[in-house]
């Protein structure tokens, strides 16, 4: 009961709503560029919603994308005392532990034995500073188990939803008259089998500021430090990475190691391409905390349920956190817009 007292604790309440924005920084093109995102935002929203509540089951809405909960579970967040300097910032200025919920997900699969890309979201909980958007004292993260996106700008992304909405997903990879042959390049090498979450490395694939007044351009990554790995499929089929994480914890504390990578050239190392993976050799990811999960209960039917109601958003974000990019300026209120949608509010 403590476990599940513990995830209820950390699932997201109700946002501030959405008129509460603060002004989104324009960027280049100025007012052009925010006449752009609010036709991006609008559509997408509007073809999400028409494409989940086609595929709602039970009275469910899925979500649009990490469609499948496998586990959600608490964890410590620690940061860690011999950071670089230039790397001190928001959650990441002093050594502190913090309460943290993690959603394990995979993206499109719902059995768990297929190839997919999987997904980790982050919430961390009782941080200081002022936040960008949301509730106070939270930092969410939301990381993929590729570096990159297969989208590399909000408007691909759009041209694919509106294929997925028309059921001609194919088409939008190898359409003659405006192929996508990067992107089909991108899903195929993501997505792979996997015996258990807690043995993936995640990336944040989109950019972040790093530092409350002008700061540094990073990406973020959650490699795993466990000793223990799963080598084999704990029960085969469709719910075989929940049982891989159960096992794992039962037999000891499953760990991961947060990292930051700092943009060294904003050429090949850009804020506005997603699909770019930024080059760990030219600039390495540097840990700044780890994160710990020991054994709890949470695969009964209850916790699961809660699981399935969170909802995570780059920016509920400390300033010094704040997102970066057109990718990131359309995820805000599509994210929000969708979270609302699945929980009726």
Known sequence: MASKRRLQQLTPSVLIPLAGLP????????????????????????????????EAENNIIPRFNQVKTVACVSAEFRVHEDIPVQLRHGLFSQPASYPALLRFANAINRDDSKKDIRGLSIRVSNVRGPVVWGE?????????????????????????????????????????????????GIVLKAQKRHLSPLDIRYWSTVPFRLGETGGQ????????????????????????????????????????????QVQKDPESMPIEDASVIWDESVS??????????????????????????????????????????????VRRLVYAEAARLRNKE
């Open 136 to 184: 106070p004292g939270i930092q969410d993260f939301l990381l993929n188990s590729y570096p990159a996106l297969f989208a590399a700008t909000p408007e691909e992304f759009l041209s694919f939803i509106r294929a997925r909405q028309e059921g001609r997903e194919l088409r939008f990879f190898l359409n003659p008259l405006d192929p996508h042959l990067k992107s089909l």
């Open 284 to 329: 390495p990811f540097q840990t700044v905390a780890t994160i710990t999960i020991r054994n709890q209960d949470f695969d009964n039917s209850e916790s699961l349920a809660v699981c399935e109601r969170s909802s995570f958003n780059p920016w509920q974000s400390l300033v010094a956190h704040e997102p970066l990019g057109r990718m990131n300026a």
């Open 23 to 54: 002004p989104r920084p324009l960027g280049p093109g100025g007012k052009d560029n925010e006449a752009a995102i609010d036709q991006l935002v609008a559509e997408m929203t509007q073809r999400i919603k028409a494409i989940t509540l086609a």
């Open 217 to 260: 351009v990073v990406k973020y990554s959650v490699t795993p430090c466990s000793s223990y790995r799963t080598t084999k499929a704990v029960r085969p089929g469709e719910n075989q990475l929940r049982a891989a994480i159960k096992a794992h914890l039962q037999q000891e504390e499953a760990c991961f190691s947060f990292g930051v």
